[in-house]
């Protein structure tokens, strides 16, 4: 990776990393394959590959990603105020 002024990163992707994401796509998509459409633990153990590269690209891709839980209840930050309407 390159940096550029500004904080900017120049992303290099190469032939061996396209190769990856296209093997990925046949475990996870291909209905023969014993890992298919399962989760991060069911396609790393059927692969044998490891489950952070499993995670990122799962993440990406829509029939695994759209179907999470809606969080109804969840942290908010905390906010201090010192007198009542001084946040708006």
Do not use: C
């Not at 550029?4 to 209905?31: I, M, N, R």
């Amino acid at each position: 990776m390159d940096k550029l002024g500004g904080g900017q990163e120049v992303v290099e992707t190469s032939a061996h990393q396209l190769e990856e994401v296209e093997k990925l796509k046949k475990l996870y998509y291909d209905p023969k394959e014993p890992g298919s459409f399962g989760g991060v633990k069911r396609l790393s153990e059927a692969s044998g590959l490891k489950k952070d590269r499993f995670r990122k690209f799962l993440l990406g891709e829509d029939p695994y990603s759209l179907h999470f839980p809606v969080r109804y209840k969840f942290q908010r930050r905390k906010t201090i105020t010192y007198g009542l309407n001084e946040l708006w």
